[in-house]
């Protein structure tokens, strides 16, 4: 009998890591454990690079969990505390107003959480609701333009050179003439071809929603950014992710939409990307024009342990432990990080992480966000194919969210 109980003790021991993080485990009796639901992948990464301090110097145990995005969705969404609960999770920039509205989150300056200076402003503007602040921003996604360096060169550019959609343009049809393909775009879901329109739409002064969140479809600013992305589709085609980083990175393409986790480029790389500077000409006004993707840090409402949460979150916030977080894969949103000159030495692609940061705009803040991509991008998808023109698609859009959304645009 005692053989047997020492079996089913080691196994429960070895079935630990699978939930936990492999950091190191408080020597003592642990005081407390924190639950964490982390994004899988480099998110969660960058998360368990700076936890070992932390559970070493408070004597707490942090099990992580590590999802996938729909499943990540779903738990933090449907969270009411019990056996389910948790204390810390990844929250997308995109579910900020849902779940503020279900009231999951606790709010962090009640909890003596602010904001430093040191993180880039643009990436805070999502974070606060009503005056109170429910989230940080802790892993910087955003959209950048992705281009292979020889075909750059054989048009007649220099990276720096590329400073508006006209130029991405005149590279592209050349690289359709000299080579295979120009642009590569996602053309697989709505929420990637909503997405990888926006940077453009941007560009061209428009956006998909008025100050009131009021869809804005059929705008002249829209019709003509939509003309000029279909043109630059033709010069490339549709690829998922995989595809389209390959294509580029092999010289059969010249660019496409991406994001900094796609790529990790060096010196000696085929391929690089630069922060999209939000100008339809090079005389052009800049808008902000590079999608953020932001994963944030919040804490539940449910928590018993909101305090400890709490100083777990200030330690991962702390720029020293981010800034550590950059071995890890990390991507912080603090200039400390992304304009360290012993880092930029070492990971080059960080000026333009940061230049995209700096000029970035989050999606709407909306709960039915991801209804109202879906409509949009069923259209747009229409469009691009060739089953609909341009001003007829834009306009079935328009029509379809006004009446989705209750609202009444007009064309403009």
């Known amino acids: 009998m005692r053989t047997n109980s020492i079996i089913r003790f080691a196994i429960l021991f070895l079935m630990v890591p699978v939930l936990s993080c492999r950091n190191a485990i408080p020597k003592d009796k642990p005081e407390a454990t924190l639950t964490l639901l982390l994004r899988a992948g480099a998110y969660a990464n960058a998360v368990k690079a700076g936890l070992s301090d932390f559970q070493t110097e408070t004597n707490t145990f942090v099990v992580v969990k590590e999802l996938g995005e729909e499943e990540l969705h ?6 009411a505390g019990g056996a389910d609960a948790f204390d810390l999770c990844m929250v997308d920039s995109s579910w900020m107003a849902e779940f ?3 009231n999951v989150l606790a ?3 009640s909890l003596g ?14 974070c606060y609701k009503d005056g109170h602040l429910f989230v940080a921003p802790y892993y ?6 992705l281009f292979n360096k020889i075909i750059v060169k054989e048009a007649g550019f220099r990276p720096d050179d590329i400073t508006s959609i006209e130029d991405i343009e005149k590279i592209c049809k050349f690289s359709k003439k000299r080579h295979n393909l120009g642009f590569m775009y996602r053309g697989d879901t709505a929420n990637n071809i909503v997405v990888d329109f926006l940077p453009i739409l941007r560009s061209f002064g428009g956006w998909v929603v008025d100050e009131d969140n009021n869809p804005t479809i ?9 003309r000029c992305y279909i043109e630059l589709t033709k010069t490339g085609r549709s690829a998922k992710k995989d595809d389209l980083t390959a294509a580029i990175a092999n010289k059969a393409a010249a660019m496409g939409i991406g994001w900094p986790g796609w790529y990790t480029p060096t010196r000696n790389s085929t391929m690089d990307y630069i922060a999209l500077t939000g100008k339809r000409q090079k005389n052009s006004a800049a808008n902000n024009a590079n999608i953020y993707g932001i994963w944030t840090l919040g804490i539940s409402q449910f928590s018993t ?10 330690h991962l916030m702390d720029r020293n432990v981010q800034m550590a977080s950059l071995g890890a894969g990390g991507v912080p949103c603090r200039y400390s990080s992304l304009r360290n000159e012993e880092y930029l030495r070492k990971y080059p692609q960080y000026a333009a992480v940061c230049d995209a940061l700096e000029n970035g705009v989050y999606r709407p803040v909306m709960e039915r966000w991801n209804e109202f991509y879906a409509i949009l991008g069923k259209h747009m998808k229409e469009i691009i194919e060739g089953d609909m023109p341009i001003r007829d698609g834009l306009l079935a859009a328009q029509r379809e969210l006004n009446e989705a959304f209750g609202t009444s645009a007009s064309p403009k």
């Open 218 to 226: 059929y705008t002249k600013e829209f019709v003509a950014a939509l």
């Open 74 to 79: 779903r738990k933090v969404a449907e969270s």
């Open 140 to 145: 910087g996604n955003v959209t950048v333009l």
């Open 305 to 314: 342990e909101k305090e400890r949460a709490a100083k777990l979150l200030s």
């Open 113 to 126: 959480f602010s904001l430093d200076d040191d993180i880039i402003p643009a990436t805070k503007n999502i």
């Open 100 to 102: 503020t509205s279900k």
């Open 107 to 109: 709010e962090l300056d």
